[in-house]
C-alpha cells in the first residue's frame, strides 16, 4: 500500500491536510482541529498581498520573488513561521524558536483558534517587514561558526606569540585551511610536524592551499 503523499494544491490542505501522515483526509488531521485559526492567518498573509503557493505539503506566502512564510498544524499547536527570520524586529518578544537547534525566533505559535486575529496587528507588522526586506533583496547577516583547533595547534599558539598574532591575523578561510590540515593526520607527531611545516607560510600571511 503506498504511503502519504505531500499535496501540491493549497486548497486541499485546507480541506484535507498536508498529506505528509496517515491522518491524512481524516477527522483527526491537525488541520481540523485548528481550522479556524488557519483561515484567519490565511486571509492576513492574502491582504497583505502575498502570492500563497504549496510547497512542502503547506502553504507558503511569497513576495518579490522570495519565501516570506509558511503555515503548519501540529497536534498542540498551529504556527506562523517566518524566512530569514533574524531580520525582523520584535520589540514585543512574540516570536518563538521552533527547536532547540533554532538559530533565531522565527515562529508565531497559536495553541487557541482565536488568537490570530487577536495579534492581527503584529502579524501583519512581522509581513511588512519582510515583504520589504523581499523588496530590497536584503538578508541576514551569516552567524560566525566557532572554528575548532586541534589541540596541538592550541598549543603552538599559546607557546609562541608570533605564530598566534600571524594566524589570528589571518581571514577566517586561511584559519580554517590550517584547523583542517592539521586535524587530518591521525596521529599527534603528525600534527606536531604538520605546525612546524606551516610556521613559515602562516606567518607569510598564507593558507594551507597556498604556495
Known amino acids: 500500500m503506498p504511503g502519504p503523499t505531500m499535496i501540491t494544491d493549497v486548497e ?6 498536508c498529506g505528509r501522515c496517515a491522518r491524512f483526509a481524516t477527522p483527526d488531521c491537525s488541520t481540523r482541529f485548528w481550522l479556524e485559526g488557519l483561515l484567519t492567518l490565511r486571509r492576513i ?11 512542502w505539503g503547506h502553504p507558503v506566502y511569497m513576495h518579490a520573488g ?19 527570520a533574524a531580520l525582523l524586529l520584535d520589540s514585543e518578544g512574540l516570536l518563538e524558536r521552533q527547536g532547540p537547534n533554532t538559530r533565531h525566533p522565527d515562529c508565531l505559535r497559536f495553541t487557541d483558534n482565536a488568537s490570530p486575529q487577536a495579534q492581527e496587528g503584529a502579524i501583519r ?16 547577516p551569516k ?69
Open 66 to 84: 522570495r519565501n516570506i512564510a509558511i503555515m503548519g498544524a501540529f497536534r498542540g499547536d498551529f504556527r506562523l513561521t517566518f524566512f530569514n
Open 143 to 211: 552567524d560566525p561558526v566557532a572554528l575548532h583547533l586541534p589541540d596541538e595547534l592550541t598549543e603552538a599558539l599559546d607557546a609562541d606569540p608570533a605564530l598566534a598574532e600571524a594566524f589570528h591575523a589571518l581571514t577566517p578561510g586561511r584559519q580554517k585551511s590550517w584547523a583542517l590540515q592539521v586535524a587530518g593526520a591521525k596521529a599527534a607527531a603528525t600534527r606536531l610536524a604538520r605546525i612546524d611545516r606551516a610556521r613559515p607560510k602562516i606567518l607569510a600571511g598564507k593558507g594551507a592551499n597556498e604556495r
Open 45 to 55: 498573509c492574502r491582504e497583505a498581498g502575498l502570492e500563497e503557493v504549496a510547497k
Open 125 to 140: 507588522g512581522f509581513l511588512s517587514q519582510a515583504m520589504a526586506h523581499a523588496e530590497a533583496g536584503t538578508l541576514p
Open 12 to 17: 486541499t490542505f485546507f480541506a484535507q491536510g
